[in-house]
């Protein structure tokens, strides 16, 4: 049943693609296409006849206090309303079983990045044996409910199967490059980021550079060397040529060595006058008071000419100041387009013995929330 309702937007998608407007694009509207009301900033376009009316105001489940707080006073309203793109989180199907962080995601957040659902381990633990499950369940909830969705992560050194961490042949290396991204990135063609199809990301490499900024040891690097880069991007452009590519790494908290060895890596794949790739992730996973680097970093990152997103944001005891710190450096680059944090509540953080986020272990909000509020007013 998962896999044939994962059918029905490509067979819809396949039927109206002659339409003038792209189906699952936002409203405009094409021929033969209905609006889906989503929240009053978001609608899709989608087949059928019949345009569906913004539903009547509910409480969301989870939300202390019991009604929501506008949409203008939201961490993604307050965010859009200052000309970024998204203020998001990090989930997956273990937490979209949640009621109190589902109504959190609902009302808070404006974007989803797959928190594992999408590494190489999870969609092809054998070569050529793709499981798209708990991915295509993140989608599906994520278009369900009008959030824009980040692609994470397509080639990472980490939670690699090890049918492709012991491959020693430089063509075997490349093809399994080539078929992984064609695949992955294929399946979730003009869905992610909002389904806007000119304006959604994949973290396409992840985590490539060591702290001095040269390249980590890897088997991508150690069997193709530094062109494992390039033949990736190529890879996830041949398979979508409309998303945003993104390279991601953390400790570019601060302009130092890392980073200026990923400003680097993104110069000299995108020299001779093609772009691979189109943004920098910075995933920021700060420590306490750490965030005074955070507006250099992303100065330095931004002078690239490239889009800067913060793609993984948490901070250990998640001090206001921290946060709005890190929130106050994004507003003030304007190549920065958004902000993810690696979760909604400390409970089901990576870190949670740190209390690195803007929610408690009940789902209230934290100091920290009400003061990166107050940031974006």
Known sequence: ???????????????????????????????????????????????GGATTPPP?????????????PPASGTLNGRITAKGKKYFGSCADPGTLNKSTNVGRLKSDFGC????????????????????????????????????MIRGHTLVWHSQLPSWVS??????????????????VAGRFKGKLYGTCFDCYDWD?????????????????????????????????????GNAKLYINDYNLDSNNAKVQGIIRVVNSVNTGGTRLIDGIGTQMHLSTGGAG?????????????????????????????????????????????????????DVDSWRASTNPLLYDNNYNPKPAYTAVIQAMA
């Open 204 to 240: 396409v490499c992840n985590e490539i550079l060591n702290e001095d900024g040269s390249y980590r040891s890897s088997v991508f690097y150690n069997v193709l060397g530094a062109n494992f880069v390039k033949i990736a991007f190529q890879a996830a452009k041949n398979a979508d």
């Open 56 to 68: 009547p105001t509910t409480t969301t489940p989870g939300n202390p206090g019991g009604t929501n």
């Open 1 to 47: 049943m998962a896999k044939l309702i994962a059918l029905v937007p490509l067979l819809a998608l396949a039927q109206y693609a002659s339409a003038a407007v792209p189906v699952w694009g936002q409203c405009m509207r094409a021929s033969g296409t209905h609006c889906v009301y989503f929240n009053d900033y978001y609608s899709q376009c989608q087949p």
């Open 293 to 345: 680097g955070v507006q250099s970093a992303l100065t330095a990152l931004a002078g690239t000419g490239l889009e800067v997103a913060i793609t993984e944001l948490d901070i250990a005891n998640a001090s206001p100041n921290d946060y709005t710190t890190v929130v106050k450096a994004c507003l003030a680059v304007s190549n920065c387009i958004g902000i993810t944090t690696w979760g909604v509540a």
């Open 112 to 147: 989803v990045t797959p928190e594992n659902s999408m590494k190489w381990d999870a969609v092809e633990p054998s070569r050529g044996g793709f499981n798209y499950g708990n991915a295509d369940t993140l989608v599906n909830w994520a278009t369900s409910n009008g959030k």
């Open 166 to 183: 012991s491959i020693g042949d430089s063509a075997t290396l490349t093809s399994v490059i080539n078929n992984h991204i064609s695949n």
